[in-house]
């Protein structure tokens, strides 16, 4: 994460007959970029664990924009468990023929300690990494034939990773000590861990797929993200973060520009490459 990014510069464009999906977008970064894309006409999937608030982001986005053309449907995703990640994707290529842009940004920070995902995988590691990544192999099907009719380099997967990937040990991915039974650490070094970890996938998915996976870090706005954080830090968070709005414009640019090709994917932060 970082405090410091400048205004987005990014103007959305009209969007009709593309299709995306955007995890964890019932709140936060992937709410306010679902915002965006339905502005545009765009048919947005809203992949979340929970009906419930993915209902009510849906009827609040539609409100926001009557006129719209697009269309937000809801697509059950738990991260927390890999057999639902694959019928997520089942589910999605049942009633799809063509993805345009995934965007992997659902994650979490700071569980509570000894949290494990449903095959026993440390939370962090699970969800914003294993699970991630299993989604966009399992849709990468229907990305590979989408790209054989669409714009070069427009078919893309984002991965929403963090400046805190950078601060991760290095090996940032222990395999001796995967699950921390070895040895213990922080939840906050867990958690940088589990972003370098996206960093390392998605430099992986771009070599084997010629440049789709684009990994992104949107900055520090106030989320929902936060919610596990010590109050000293949510309070740094809620005076200096930006609004969520300011990081959808990251993934914007990351899933839709034409700056962004297969020769030059990276790390993109709220202005620039690293």
Same mark, same amino acid.
């Given at each position: 994460?970082?405090?410091?990014?400048?205004?987005?510069?990014?103007?959305?464009?009209?969007?009709?007959?593309?299709?995306?999906?955007?995890?964890?977008?019932?709140?936060?970064?992937?709410?306010?970029?679902?915002?965006?894309?339905?502005?545009?006409?765009?048919? @947005?999937? @809203?992949?979340?664990?929970?009906?419930?608030?993915?209902?009510?982001?849906?009827?609040?986005?539609?409100?926001?924009?009557?006129? =719209?053309?697009?269309?937000? @449907?809801?697509?059950?995703?738990?991260?927390?468990?890999?057999?639902?990640?694959?019928?997520?994707?089942?589910?999605?290529?049942?009633?799809?023929?063509?993805?345009?842009?995934?965007?992997?940004?659902?994650?979490?920070?700071?569980?509570?300690?000894?949290?494990?995902?449903?095959?026993?995988?440390?939370?962090?590691?699970? $969800?914003?990494?294993?699970? =991630?990544?299993?989604? *966009?192999?399992?849709?990468?099907?229907?990305?590979?034939?989408?790209?054989?009719?669409?714009?070069?380099?427009?078919?893309?997967?984002?991965?929403?990773?963090?400046?805190?990937?950078?601060?991760?040990?290095?090996?940032?991915?222990?395999? =001796?000590?995967?699950?921390?039974?070895?040895?213990?650490?922080?939840?906050?070094?867990?958690?940088?861990?589990?972003?370098?970890?996206?960093?390392?996938?998605?430099?992986?998915?771009?070599?084997?797929?010629?440049?789709?996976?684009? *990994?992104?870090?949107?900055? $520090?706005?106030?989320?929902?993200?936060?919610?596990?954080?010590? $109050?000293?830090?949510?309070?740094?968070?809620?005076?200096?973060?930006?609004?969520?709005?300011?990081?959808?414009?990251?993934?914007?640019?990351?899933?839709?520009?034409?700056?962004?090709?297969?020769?030059?994917?990276?790390?993109?932060?709220?202005?620039?490459? =690293?």
């Amino acid at each position: 994460m970082s405090i410091c990014h400048p205004a987005p510069t990014l103007t959305e464009k009209n969007l009709p007959s593309q299709v995306f999906i955007v995890t964890g977008s019932s709140s936060g970064f992937g709410k306010e970029l679902a915002k965006i894309l339905y502005q545009r006409d765009a048919k @947005v999937y @809203v992949a979340t664990r929970s009906e419930t608030k993915a209902l009510a982001a849906i009827d609040e986005i539609r409100t926001l924009s009557p006129n =719209s053309k697009g269309e937000l @449907v809801y697509l059950h995703l738990d991260l927390n468990d890999l057999a639902a990640v694959k019928r997520s994707a089942q589910e999605f290529m049942s009633k799809e023929s063509r993805l345009d842009v995934l965007w992997n940004n659902a994650g979490v920070m700071l569980p509570a300690e000894g949290s494990t995902t449903a095959q026993g995988y440390e939370l962090q590691l699970g $969800v914003n990494t294993i699970a =991630s990544f299993a989604f *966009s192999l399992h849709l990468r099907p229907i990305m590979a034939a989408t790209a054989k009719t669409a714009p070069k380099n427009s078919v893309r997967v984002a991965w929403v990773a963090s400046i805190a990937a950078k601060e991760a040990p290095k090996p940032p991915i222990d395999f =001796s000590n995967l699950n921390y039974e070895r040895k213990d650490e922080s939840q906050w070094m867990k958690y940088r861990r589990s972003k370098a970890g996206m960093v390392m996938l998605a430099a992986e998915y771009a070599r084997r797929t010629a440049g789709e996976g684009i *990994s992104l870090e949107p900055g $520090v706005a106030k989320t929902d993200l936060q919610r596990n954080m010590p $109050v000293s830090q949510r309070l740094l968070v809620s005076t200096f973060g930006f609004e969520p709005k300011k990081g959808a414009y990251t993934q914007l640019f990351a899933g839709l520009s034409p700056e962004v090709t297969a020769n030059s994917y990276g790390l993109w932060g709220a202005s620039q490459r =690293s």
